[in-house]
């Protein structure tokens, strides 16, 4: 499989649930991002991880916890989400450095009730 | 901070015509990357072309690109030949560094492209 990959790619939860998104890189990138995207809004970056170390956390809550165990895997644990985090959870990857692109994966669409 | 506007929610063409997606930016940087990526119903984000601030010349992909008026902070997308393919919402992006030296994009909201047969 190639690529950047996400599972589950649609996930339905409680507000007391949790659960965990994960995404895997298959080419051979060393850095991993956690995107959301709302409706009518622009690309909202979270997280992103630069050999496997977090150096970027956009004032993210803590109900987001992103854990990255390796340079090819990136999860997003979640817990006692709102209704207002319901959206487009998108992961992506790029070789570190300053003319390197991203890659996106297809997304989790997440649903909290 | 860095921002990117689209200015157009949505635009529609037909099947063959040429169409031309607006997209501005404020920054006060110098060196910096435009992107504009594609995303389809099926919600994967695709680059479809990338400009360097520093290179005069526009990038072009194909039946992809862009007119890139850096004194204006303008960066249009031309598709010409449009086809059935091409109907996706497409993000206009700006690249800035993170603190931690990694690529940091900072979207616009979208244009949802319309292609009519």
New interface residues.
Partial sequence: ETGVTQTPRHLVMGMTNKKSLKCEQHLGHNAMYWYKQSAKKPLELMFVYNFKEQTENNSVPSRFSPECPNSSHLFLHLHTLQPEDSALYLCASSQEGVLETQYFGPGTRLLVL | AQT?TQSQPEMSVQEAETVTLSCTYDTSESDY?L?W?KQPP??????VI?QEAYKQQNATENRFSVNFQKAAKSFSLKISDSQLGDAAMY?C?YRS??????????????TKLTVNP
């Fill in positions: 990117v990357y992107f990526y099926s919600r994967q984000m695709i680059l990338r993000f992006a560094e993170s603190q931690g030296g990694s690529e940091k994009l900072v979207f616009g909201k979208g």
